[in-house]
């Protein structure tokens, strides 16, 4: 069973007493930095000169510096960059600047877990994972609450890496709700999973599917959209506020005895054998080897892909739908 730590268990004096150093200011950097300040932290930003994120940065009051000066400056150092970025920018511009006592951070394990950062032994590793995207991170924060994070210890040179992996989580509102204690082996190879397998490779496929079988039988495009996708967040709003049995007691009887009964035709012991494959790919390094063995190309067939999904039958459906609902201009 995890560990669960809340506010009383963390002291947020911790990481007030250093500079912590953020790298990167996208969806996670950007929530991070604004909740860091807003907690009393003194936040630094490395970023690339002149980029767009630099720009938000100024808007939003900071004084972004280059990587190097960050890294050189601060006591915490925040790696919240893209992992297929992480390696080059801490072999260029971070590598250098570490010293006995200082601190690398993650919000991920997967550059740690499979070996594109090894970092010396005169330094704390450590991770503080929020269970969200940034926006939402930020957007509790501000409402006075957090929401859950993951906190692991991967090196622990002076002995402070959970008060300190603890303190940062406090200052980002974490610890408000809750903070599980993990691994970084742990954390990289289930959040993996639930990705490829769930959340988003599982999900797309089933829904996409489900269209494909409907418009394809004659359906109306357009009704096959709303039974397949667009009420999939009511569903999955459900599940999320009440649990699978609470989602089943808010549906009506037909779709509960359609859905317990049929369900397990579509994702059978056949399709739980593949997800064990799938896991057993990110156990083994093989998922890793082919995302960021050879970057380059990998970028190179993701956007391929991606352009595919665009041109899908289901998305130019989709996007006339959220036009009228109002979602989407």
Same mark, same amino acid.
């Given at each position: 069973?995890?560990?669960?730590?809340?506010?009383?268990?963390?002291?947020?004096?911790?990481?007030?007493?250093?500079?912590?150093?953020?790298?990167?200011?996208?969806?996670?950097?950007?929530?991070?930095?604004?909740?860091?300040?807003?907690?009393?932290?003194?936040?630094?930003?490395?970023?690339?000169?002149?980029?767009?994120?630099?720009?938000?940065?100024?808007?939003?009051?900071?004084?972004?510096?280059?990587?190097?000066?960050?890294?050189?400056?601060?006591?915490?150092?925040?790696?919240?960059?893209?992992?297929?970025?992480?390696?080059?920018?801490?072999?260029?511009?971070?590598?250098?600047?570490?010293?006995?006592?200082?601190?690398?951070?993650?919000?991920?394990?997967?550059?740690?877990?499979?070996?594109?950062?090894?970092?010396?032994?005169?330094?704390?590793?450590?991770?503080?994972?929020?269970?969200?995207?940034?926006?939402?991170?930020?957007?509790?924060?501000?409402?006075?609450?957090?929401?859950?994070?993951?906190?692991?210890?991967?090196?622990?040179?002076?002995?402070?890496?959970?008060?300190?992996?603890?303190?940062?989580?406090?200052?980002?509102?974490?610890?408000?709700?809750? @903070?599980?204690?993990?691994?970084?082996? +742990? $954390?990289?190879? !289930?959040?993996?999973?639930? *990705?490829?397998?769930?959340? =988003? /490779?599982?999900?797309?496929?089933?829904?996409?599917?489900?269209?494909?079988?409907?418009?394809?039988?004659?359906?109306?495009?357009?009704?096959?959209?709303?039974?397949?996708?667009?009420?999939?967040?009511?569903?999955?709003?459900?599940?999320?506020?009440?649990?699978?049995?609470?989602?089943?007691?808010?549906?009506?009887?037909?779709?509960?005895?359609?859905?317990?009964?049929?369900?397990?035709?579509?994702?059978?012991?056949?399709?739980?054998?593949?997800?064990?494959?799938?896991?057993?790919?990110?156990?083994?390094?093989?998922?890793?080897?082919?995302?960021?063995?050879?970057? @380059?190309?990998?970028?190179?067939?993701? +956007? $391929?892909?991606? !352009?595919?999904?665009?041109? *899908?039958?289901?998305?130019? =459906? /989709?996007?006339?739908?959220?036009?009228?609902?109002?979602?989407?201009?």
């Amino acid at each position: 069973m995890a560990k669960i730590y809340y506010d009383s268990d963390a002291d947020i004096e911790v990481i007030r007493k250093k500079t912590v150093a953020v790298i990167g200011y996208g969806s996670q950097g950007r929530a991070h930095a604004l909740n860091l300040r807003d907690s009393g932290v003194k936040v630094i930003l490395g970023l690339r000169e002149g980029g767009k994120s630099w720009k938000q940065a100024e808007q939003d009051g900071f004084k972004p510096r280059t990587i190097d000066e960050a890294a050189t400056l601060g006591d915490v150092i925040c790696m919240l960059i893209p992992d297929t970025e992480q390696k080059k920018i801490y072999e260029t511009s971070i590598k250098a600047h570490l010293s006995p006592g200082k601190s690398l951070m993650f919000a991920h394990g997967y550059n740690i877990r499979y070996g594109l950062i090894t970092p010396p032994d005169f330094i704390n590793v450590f991770m503080v994972a929020p269970k969200s995207p940034g926006p939402k991170l930020r957007e509790v924060y501000k409402q006075g609450f957090g929401v859950p994070s993951l906190v692991a210890v991967e090196q622990d040179y002076d002995k402070s890496a959970l008060k300190l992996s603890l303190s940062y989580a406090k200052a980002i509102g974490s610890t408000k709700v809750g @903070v599980l204690q993990t691994s970084f082996k +742990e $954390e990289t190879e !289930e959040d993996l999973f639930g *990705e490829q397998a769930v959340l =988003v /490779g599982g999900l797309i496929y089933l829904i996409k599917d489900g269209f494909d079988v409907l418009v394809e039988a004659g359906y109306d495009p357009e009704l096959a959209y709303f039974e397949v996708l667009h009420e999939m967040k009511l569903i999955v709003d459900l599940v999320y506020s009440s649990g699978l049995e609470g989602m089943l007691r808010a549906v009506s009887d037909t779709a509960k005895y359609g859905g317990l009964t049929r369900g397990k035709v579509v994702v059978d012991e056949q399709a739980k054998a593949k997800m064990k494959t799938l896991l057993k790919d990110i156990q083994d390094g093989s998922f890793a080897k082919e995302w960021t063995g050879d970057v @380059v190309a990998s970028k190179k067939r993701l +956007e $391929e892909m991606m !352009e595919q999904i665009k041109h *899908e039958k289901i998305e130019e =459906v /989709g996007l006339k739908i959220r036009r009228m609902a109002g979602l989407q201009k």
